[in-house]
């Protein structure tokens, strides 16, 4: 049973003391592997790891293919400034052809969480000899995983799976006991610019958890243009998510007075805490239209843009 710490009751200083000695512990005299993605979890890890472990702690940014336009360069170039060097990893064919064919949810999340700790993490692991990998779970994806909600492509050993003996090295979750509003705080805490600890959560499964059906580099490309224009428009609502699904379905539209087949997407935009519940923000008829505007204009092949009005629950904050 992992024992919550609250946002209110955190004391950041005593739990960022505490995190980086249990990481020097766990570590030892040798050195850790450090999963970075640029997400608020991961970017807080990444202080944490490099506060505990310096240069005996390798950060890398694997670029599956699945990330949002400009990603991985954007965040190397960012934590270069905090003196993390990052490698960039280059694994697109690995998690294409894993994908390859599957349409099932749950399937996508597994075939991404047996890519990432089984096949890159463990090739990772084994050239360089560590015998760590530090990550960033936090509480909701435990309980989201445990609860049959979603598997969470990082939670293993709440499951019963044991990763020295699935993948062959052990991992360190610093931030497990906190919820999102907890990692904010320590995030701050640490030196990381708003830009980072204010940051709107992004999923492990990245624009994958967005595509409805196959994912293919053809489909990831639509949804990370609808992407952009999405977290443009919205950046100032100040809402805690907000997101471009890609639907499966062909949909009939016009263009140039003919009729014609496209795409649809969906954008989301929640209010939440931490995740566990959320409503949708209730934007105006105006902001929908320059959406809707928007993607089509910037989005090729979209005829259909929709607005998702369920709460979680029974809805999801993503899709798949």
């Known amino acids: ?3 919550e710490i609250t946002a209110k009751k955190l004391n950041t200083e005593r739990f960022i003391n505490e995190k980086v000695k249990e990481i020097r512990d766990a570590v030892g005299d040798g050195t850790a592997i450090n ?5 608020v979890d991961s970017s807080t890890v990444t202080m944490l790891g490099d506060r505990a472990l310096g240069n005996r702690l390798k950060t890398v940014f694997v670029e599956n293919g699945l990330m949002r336009e400009g990603e991985p360069e954007r965040v190397a170039a960012l934590f270069r400034k905090f003196g993390v060097t990052v490698e960039i990893v ?3 064919k690995d998690f294409f052809n894993a994908l390859k064919g599957i349409k099932d949810p749950e399937e996508k999340r597994e075939a991404i969480t047996q ?26 994806d435990v309980d989201e995983t445990i609860a049959g909600i979603k598997r969470q492509h990082n939670v293993f050993e709440q499951l019963g799976i ?7 090295y052990r991992i360190i979750e610093p931030l497990v006991q906190l919820r999102k509003d907890g990692v904010r705080k320590v995030g701050e805490a640490l030196g990381l610019p708003a830009e980072l600890f204010e940051r709107i959560p992004f999923p492990g499964p990245a624009l994958s ?6 994912v293919t580099p053809e489909r990831i490309d639509t949804v990370r243009k609808a992407t952009v224009v999405v977290e443009r428009l919205l950046k100032g609502t100040g809402a805690f998510q907000y997101m471009a699904i890609l639907h499966e379905d062909r949909v009939t539209g016009m263009r140039d007075g003919k009729r014609d087949f496209g795409q649809q997407i969906e954008v989301r935009c929640w209010e939440s805490v931490d995740a566990r519940i959320a409503t949708p923000t209730r934007l105006s008829f105006e902001t929908l239209e320059k959406l809707a505007r928007n993607i089509i204009r910037e989005v090729p092949g979209i005829v259909s843009v929709t607005y998702n009005i369920a709460s979680k629950p029974p809805s999801t904050i993503e899709a798949v």
């Open 1 to 3: 049973m992992i024992k």
């Open 35 to 39: 999963a970075l993605s640029g997400g």
């Open 90 to 92: 280059d694994a697109r």
């Open 115 to 140: 890519t990432f700790y089984r096949k890159v993490f463990g090739r990772i692991v084994k050239k360089s000899k560590a015998k760590h990998l530090l990550q960033g779970t936090i509480l909701t």
């Open 162 to 168: 044991d990763p020295q003996e699935a993948f062959g």
């Open 209 to 214: 958890a967005r595509v409805i059906g196959e």
